[in-house]
C-alpha cells in the first residue's frame, strides 16, 4: 500500500495564492498528479507529471515536486477553483489518491 | 470530442454483482487504457482498478482484488467493471476515466460521470 496525506482543507481570500500539499514516502521518485473536483462534478485533471497543464486548464494552476512533497499552487485564486483537489501517484503499478483537500475561497 | 457514457445507476442486494459499462468515443480506444474510480457518498476517491485496452492487462487495488474484473470490448469500444459479492460499504459512485499509458498507467485524462452503485437490504 502507499499513502499520500493532504490537509483536509486550506482557504484563501480571492486574488491570493493558495498552496495544497500532498506527502508520499519518496513521493519525488515519482510522478504526481492532480485533480479538481467542484461539487456534483467528475474530477478534472489539473496538473500531470508533477508540473505539466492539460490544455485548457488556465496558467494560474502550476506544480511542483520535492523529496517527499508535492505542492499545487493556484495563483490570483478565483471563487471558480472553490473545489476539492486530489493528489494521485501510481505505487507498483497501482494508482493511490490523497485523502482531498477542499479549497475555500473567502 | 471525446465522450465516456457511463451505464445507469444500479441497485443490488448485498452478496450481487454489479456490472458497470463506460462506452467511449472520439479517440481510438486501444491507444488509452481505462481506470475505474470510485467515490463513497461524501468520502474521498478510491482508485479501483486499471486495464490495458491493448493488450488487456489488468491491475486492481489490492482490498478489491479478489472481487473486481476489468474487461474490454474493443469491437464497441467499450469497458466494463464487475464486482462482485457486494456489500453496503462497496456503495458509491463509480467514474471511469480514460488514461494515458507510457509503458505504465499515466495521467487519468477524461472521467465518465460517474454510475451510482446502491447496496442495500
Known amino acids: 500500500s502507499y499513502e499520500l496525506t493532504q490537509p483536509p482543507s486550506v482557504s484563501v481570500s480571492p486574488g491570493q495564492t493558495a498552496t495544497i500539499t500532498c506527502s508520499g514516502d519518496?513521493?519525488?521518485?515519482?510522478?504526481t498528479y492532480w485533480y479538481q473536483q467542484r461539487p456534483g462534478q467528475s474530477p478534472v485533471l489539473v496538473i500531470y507529471?508533477?508540473?505539466k497543464r492539460p490544455s485548457g486548464i488556465p496558467g494560474r494552476f502550476s506544480g511542483s515536486s520535492s523529496g517527499t512533497t508535492a505542492t499545487l499552487t493556484i495563483s490570483g485564486s478565483q471563487t471558480m477553483d472553490e473545489a476539492d483537489y486530489y493528489c494521485?501517484?501510481?505505487?507498483?503499478?497501482?494508482?493511490?489518491f490523497g485523502g482531498g483537500t477542499k479549497l475555500t475561497l473567502l | 470530442q471525446i465522450q465516456m457514457l457511463q451505464s445507469g445507476p444500479e441497485v443490488k442486494r448485498p452478496g450481487a454483482s454489479v456490472k458497470v459499462s463506460c462506452k467511449t468515443s472520439g479517440y481510438t480506444f486501444t491507444s488509452y487504457g481505462i481506470s475505474w474510480v470510485r467515490q463513497a457518498p461524501g468520502q474521498g476517491l478510491e482508485w479501483v482498478g486499471w486495464?490495458?485496452?491493448?493488450?488487456?492487462?489488468?491491475n486492481s487495488a489490492q482490498r478489491l482484488q479478489n472481487r473486481v474484473t476489468l474487461t474490454t470490448d474493443t469491437s464497441t469500444s467499450t469497458a466494463y467493471m464487475e464486482l462482485r459479492s457486494l456489500r453496503s460499504d462497496d456503495t458509491a459512485l463509480y467514474f471511469c476515466?480514460?488514461?494515458?499509458?507510457?509503458?505504465?498507467?499515466?495521467?487519468?485524462?477524461?472521467w465518465g460521470p460517474g454510475t451510482v452503485v446502491t447496496v442495500s437490504s
Open positions: 486495464i490495458s485496452t491493448y493488450n488487456g492487462k489488468t
Open positions: 494521485q501517484a501510481w505505487h507498483n503499478n497501482r494508482a493511490f
Open positions: 519518496n513521493l519525488g521518485d515519482k510522478f
Open positions: 507529471e508533477d508540473s
Open positions: 476515466a480514460r488514461t494515458s499509458v507510457l509503458i505504465d498507467p499515466s495521467a487519468l485524462l477524461t
